[in-house]
């Protein structure tokens, strides 16, 4: 039986929570009335992207009260959105919450937070540190941040441990012209999405937002693309819009039957180059090997 997901293709203001939290209310309402079992929303979806120094006053832990109306609203439909999390050690994340039956049931910390160009996120939040797979009405899922995606290892170890789908959320602005007159992160996020789920046997859903923060324009583009690499369905480029599409849970299971790439993987001769490459003390190897 196949899950009626939506990704909300969305442009949250810049540092205004209760203004983002309205906007998050009314679309779940729309994906509830849509069918969708599940919906999606970009990077940092309840306060806008360049947040720079406001990221102290705008972080929350998962279960803060200012979250509250969003888990409500998370009963019978499950939602995916994008948060500033301040930790039990008081590190402040790029953050993404799965919310599920009224309550958050997973929080993926931004693994990659960049630092280059027009990026500045290293500076204002720390990194997180696991990739974890958590059920999911989906199927078991893993979330990338952006960046996150842009790292093989990700979507790679997420795949090797067992994720069917890999909700990729992003604030990607639009930058550059491809030979072919697309834009340049629009072409290079479409192959990527293209080659992790066809090679990972995966479905990839991607959510990007759209608007403009500090004169960037972020494009959209939004595309759920099932485990043989095929688009299901893609949005609007630089529009909101809410993106319905459907998703069979077992697809992957019988990609992966029929192209094994996943089941000949040899885990032990990566580790065995990764543990050479990090220095790993020698008895250490031996045991891997």
């Known amino acids: 039986m196949s899950v009626r997901i939506a990704v909300a293709q969305c442009a949250p203001a810049l540092g205004a929570f209760k203004r983002n939290l309205d906007l998050h209310l009314a679309t779940i309402e729309r994906a509830r009335e849509a069918g969708a079992q599940v919906v999606v ?3 940092l979806s309840l306060t806008g992207y360049y947040v720079k120094d406001l990221a102290t006053d705008l972080a929350c832990a998962p279960d803060d009260a200012a979250l509250a109306p969003l888990a409500k609203a998370a009963n019978g439909i499950d939602v995916v959105a994008g948060f500033v999390e301040r930790s039990p050690d008081a590190r402040i994340h790029i953050a993404s919450g799965y919310w599920s039956g009224g309550a958050v049931r997973h929080v993926h910390r931004k693994v990659y937070p960049p630092t280059y160009g027009i990026f500045d996120d290293a500076r204002y939040f720390a990194r ?14 893993g979330i990338a941040i952006c960046e996150d995606a842009w790292h093989m ?23 550059g012209v491809s030979e072919g007159g697309d834009l340049g992160t629009a072409e290079s996020c479409r192959l990527m999405d293209a080659f992790y789920a066809q090679y990972l046997t995966m479905y990839v859903v991607f959510v990007n937002r759209v608007g403009h923060e500090d004169g960037i324009a972020f494009w959209g583009g939004s595309e759920v693309v099932a485990p043989d690499g095929t688009v299901v369905a893609r949005a609007k480029e630089f529009e909101e819009d809410l993106l319905v599409a459907e998703i069979d849970p077992l697809l992957a299971a019988r990609e992966r039957a029929r192209n094994p790439l996943l089941r000949d993987e ?6 065995r180059h990764l543990a050479e490459r990090v220095g790993m003390p020698r008895g250490l190897k031996e045991v891997l090997d």
């Open 266 to 271: 040899r885990h032990d001769l990566v580790l």
């Open 41 to 43: 929303f970009p990077e």
């Open 128 to 141: 997180g540190e696991r990739f974890d797979v958590f059920p999911s009405a989906l199927g078991p899922a």
């Open 153 to 175: 290892s990700t979507p790679y170890l997420y795949a090797v441990r067992g994720a069917h789908v890999l909700l990729y959320v992003a604030a990607s602005p639009g930058r």
